[in-house]
C-alpha cells in the first residue's frame, strides 16, 4: 500500500442519478478526510472520520451527501439526486493520530473527477 | 471567519531563478499551516509543515516561513526546476478547535517553470 486509493477516476452521470465513491486510506492511518474542490478554488472540508465515527461534517455536506466508514478502513461518499452544482473533484485524505504538539500531514488521493450532466 | 489569500494567482519564471509565493490569512489564531503542491487532476502532496510556535520550515529547496501576528507566510523555491510547475497551495489549521484536518486553503498560485 503506497497510499490514499480512490475509486473511481472520473464519474459523469445525469442529473438527478445517485452516486457512490470509495477511498481507502493508507492502511495504518485511523483518520479519513473528505473534501471537495472545484475548478480553480482551493480544496473545501467535508466531513471527518476517526476510526468508523463521524466526528465532524461541514455546512456543505447537504442531506444529500451521506458518507460512512463502517469498519473503520475503507469510507464511501454517496450524493443522492445530483445537482450540475456537484461537479467537482472529490478529494479523500487520511493521517495517522498524532500525538500532541505532533505534526499533523495528510495524505491525499488523486480524487474522483464528477460531473454532472 | 478565517480566510486564506494566495498572490499571486499564477506565476512564470525561467529555469534556475529563485522565487516566493505568499499567503496571508485573516485570523491569526491558527494551529498550524501547510503547503501543498498540486499538479493537475491529481490529489495534493503536503511540502512543509509548520506549528504556530514556529518561524520556518526547510526541506531541500523549499523552504516557508511564518509570521503569525502579521497573518503572512511565504515559500521560498531554490533554483527552480521545470519538474517544479504545479499549484501551490496554502492551509491553515484554525486554532480554535474543529478536527485537525479540517483546514482553510487557499485558491492556489499556478507555477509554470520554463526551460
Known amino acids: 500500500d503506497t497510499g490514499v486509493s480512490q475509486d473511481p477516476r472520473h464519474k459523469i452521470t445525469k442529473r438527478g442519478q445517485n452516486v457512490t465513491f470509495r477511498c481507502d486510506p493508507i492502511?495504518?492511518?485511523?483518520?479519513l478526510y473528505w473534501y471537495r474542490q472545484t475548478l480553480g478554488q482551493g480544496p473545501e472540508f467535508l466531513t471527518y472520520?476517526?476510526?468508523?465515527?463521524?466526528?465532524?461534517k461541514s455546512r456543505l455536506l447537504s442531506d444529500r451527501f451521506s458518507a460512512e466508514r463502517p469498519k473503520g478502513s475503507f469510507s464511501t461518499l454517496e450524493i443522492q439526486r445530483t445537482e450540475q452544482g456537484d461537479s467537482a473533484m472529490y478529494l479523500c485524505?487520511?493521517?495517522?493520530?498524532?500525538?500532541?504538539?505532533?505534526?499533523?500531514?495528510?495524505?491525499f488521493g488523486s480524487g474522483t473527477q464528477l460531473s454532472v450532466l | 471567519k478565517q480566510e486564506v489569500t494566495q498572490i499571486p494567482a499564477a506565476l512564470s519564471v525561467p529555469e534556475g531563478e529563485n522565487l516566493v509565493l505568499n499567503c496571508s490569512f485573516t485570523?491569526?489564531?491558527?494551529?498550524?499551516l501547510q503547503w501543498f503542491r498540486q499538479d493537475p487532476g491529481k490529489g495534493l502532496t503536503s511540502l512543509l509543515l509548520?506549528?504556530?510556535?514556529?518561524r520556518e520550515q526547510t526541506s531541500g529547496r523549499l523552504n516557508a516561513s511564518l509570521d503569525k501576528s502579521s497573518g503572512r507566510s511565504t515559500l521560498y523555491i531554490a533554483a527552480s526546476q521545470p519538474g517544479d510547475s504545479a499549484t501551490y497551495l496554502c492551509?491553515?489549521?484554525?486554532?480554535?478547535?474543529?478536527?485537525?484536518?479540517?483546514?482553510?486553503f487557499g485558491k492556489g498560485t499556478k507555477l509554470s517553470v520554463k526551460p
Open positions: 509548520i506549528q504556530s510556535s514556529q
Open positions: 492502511s495504518e492511518h485511523n483518520r
Open positions: 472520520f476517526q476510526n468508523e465515527a463521524q466526528l465532524e
Open positions: 492551509a491553515v489549521r484554525p486554532g480554535y478547535g474543529g478536527s485537525q484536518g479540517n483546514l482553510i
Open positions: 485524505a487520511s493521517s495517522p493520530e498524532a500525538g500532541w504538539g505532533s505534526d499533523e500531514k495528510l495524505f
Open positions: 485570523d491569526s489564531a491558527i494551529y498550524n
